[in-house]
């Protein structure tokens, strides 16, 4: 299995392939034929403990836009502030672009690697995609920006 991913990925996919099998709640996703890469989830496991036990049901959801001469794309990111009213980072993806379907696809996610069922309200800036992508996956909760 790893001699065909680094043939067609190099060294840089291979590593990210072993990052995600040592992470139980690391998801990686390639496109079709061409095996190029095209999204990545983390979220750890004491992350949405922490969230579940520690802080508000109030999560904060945004992109931001990766631009390097070698690397393009986006951080896709869950946060919360805790008891502190400290940053707290619940989970992120890193996405070729921000659209739909890739917020579709981080917030199941999110919503499996999350450990109960508590309702949420959702904060965000309206990006592109996600003010149609929060009602879809998480219908009975809460949505302002």
């Known amino acids: 299995m790893y001699h065909h991913i680094n043939r067609h990925g190099g060294a840089k996919k291979l590593l990210l392939v072993l990052y995600t099998e040592i992470l139980e709640q690391a998801i990686i996703c390639f496109t079709g034929t061409t095996q190029r890469f095209k ?3 983390i979220c750890f496991q004491t992350s949405a403990y922490g969230f579940e036990v520690g802080c508000r049901p109030m999560l904060f959801l945004d992109g931001t836009h990766i631009k390097q001469h070698r690397v393009q794309g986006v951080i896709l990111a869950a946060s919360v502030l805790n008891s502190n009213n400290e940053l707290f980072i619940i989970a992120y ?7 739909y379907d890739n ?3 981080f917030l199941q996610n999110l919503k499996r690697a999350l450990l109960s069922d508590r309702r949420i309200a959702f904060l965000s800036d309206r990006g592109t995609g996600l003010k149609e992508a929060i009602p879809d996956i998480f219908p009975n909760d809460h949505h302002g920006y």
């Open 103 to 105: 917020w579709v696809w």
């Open 39 to 41: 999204r990545y989830f």
């Open 93 to 99: 993806s890193i996405a070729d672009s921000e659209t």
